[in-house]
T-cell receptor, first 113, second 110 residues
Framework: ETGVTQSPTHLIKTRGQQVTLRCSSQSGHNTVSWYQQALGQGPQFIFQYYREEENGRGNFPPRFSGLQFPNYSSELNVNALELDDSALYLC????????????FGPGTRLTVT | QKEVEQNSGPLSVPEGAIASLNCTYSDRVSQSFFWYRQYSGKSPELIMSIYSNGDKEDGRFTAQLNKASQYVSLLIRDSQPSDSATYLCAVEGNFNKFYFGSGTKLNVKP
């Protein structure tokens, strides 16, 4: 166990809806990164937050947004859900602005119908 | 061209053998490299990180990095059936972006 927690575990949403996923980082870690993992693929980097600021972003559209709170927990928000957004969403925490060694939470399985 | 390439496998090795997993990356400025293990239905688990050319050993695992060839490998000695999983190579690129390969599935046969 890494100490990174995510909620909810599973979620079913309808196309066009909005969703918020939550992550609590490992104790002492101040950086949180979010990934999308489709079945049979490696995780795809969405973005990273360090000390409440977005610190890096992958090739995801603006309808994917995030927040980091003073306690370093984080949210991933996805607006206007599409069928292709169905995936496992992973949160990883690390220490420092470079966010190197990342430790993953158990993930949230999102299904969009 | 993908940023990180891995052979999808499956790679099958007998119990007790050495498993060799390979990864190439495209961004020459990458400085940080990682190997993760992912069991079916679980999230990735960090095995090794490597930042300098050469070998880094941790128990039965050895990571090898060759920046000139843009090549990273993971050797697993004395492979066990419990090592059967998908192994993901990850590379940190510019601007704090992380890139994962699609993973190599390893089967260790008893």
């Amino acid at each position: 166990e890494t100490g990174v927690t995510q909620s909810p575990t599973h979620l079913i949403k309808t196309r066009g809806q909005q969703v918020t996923l939550r992550c609590s980082s490992q104790s002492g870690h101040n950086t949180v990164s979010w990934y999308q993992q489709a079945l049979g693929q490696g995780p795809q980097f969405i973005f990273q937050y360090y000390r409440e600021e977005e610190n890096g972003r992958g090739n995801f559209p603006p309808r994917f947004s995030g927040l980091q709170f003073p306690n370093y927990s984080s949210e991933l928000n996805v607006n206007a859900l599409e069928l292709d957004d169905s995936a496992l969403y992973l949160c990883a925490s690390s220490l420092g602005s470079l966010g190197r060694e990342q430790y993953f939470g158990p993930g949230t399985r999102l299904t969009v119908t | 061209q993908k940023e990180v390439e891995q052979n999808s496998g499956p790679l099958s090795v007998p119990e007790g053998a050495i498993a060799s997993l390979n990864c190439t990356y495209s961004d020459r400025v990458s400085q940080s490299f990682f190997w993760y293990r992912q069991y079916s239905g679980k999230s990735p688990e960090l095995i090794m990180s490597i930042y300098s050319n050469g070998d880094k050993e941790d128990g039965r695992f050895t990571a090898q990095l060759n920046k000139a060839s843009q090549y990273v490998s993971l050797l697993i000695r004395d492979s066990q059936p419990s090592d059967s999983a998908t192994y993901l190579c990850a590379v940190e690129g510019n601007f704090n972006k992380f890139y994962f390969g699609s993973g190599t599935k390893l089967n260790v046969k008893p």
